[in-house]
C-alpha cells in the first residue's frame, strides 16, 4: 500500500468529520458501532481529530 501524498491527505482531511478531542472521535465511532473497525487519529492538517477509514 502506498502512503498518501500530501494532496491526498488534504482532501481526506476536507472530506471527513472532525472532532475536538480523542474521546469525541471514539464517542462518534461507538455510536456509529464501528469502534473495533477505526482508530481515531491526530489530523496534522487541521489539528482536530478524524477516525480512520479502514
Ligand atoms: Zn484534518
Not at 15 to 30: E, H, I, V
Amino acid at each position: 500500500m502506498k502512503k498518501p501524498t500530501q494532496e491526498e491527505r488534504r482532501r481526506q482531511c476536507e472530506r471527513k468529520r472532525r472532532y475536538r478531542t480523542q474521546g469525541d472521535a471514539m464517542d462518534a465511532a461507538l455510536l456509529a458501532g464501528v469502534e473495533r473497525r477505526r482508530s481515531a487519529y491526530l489530523c496534522p492538517l487541521c489539528k482536530h481529530w478524524h477516525l480512520t477509514s479502514a
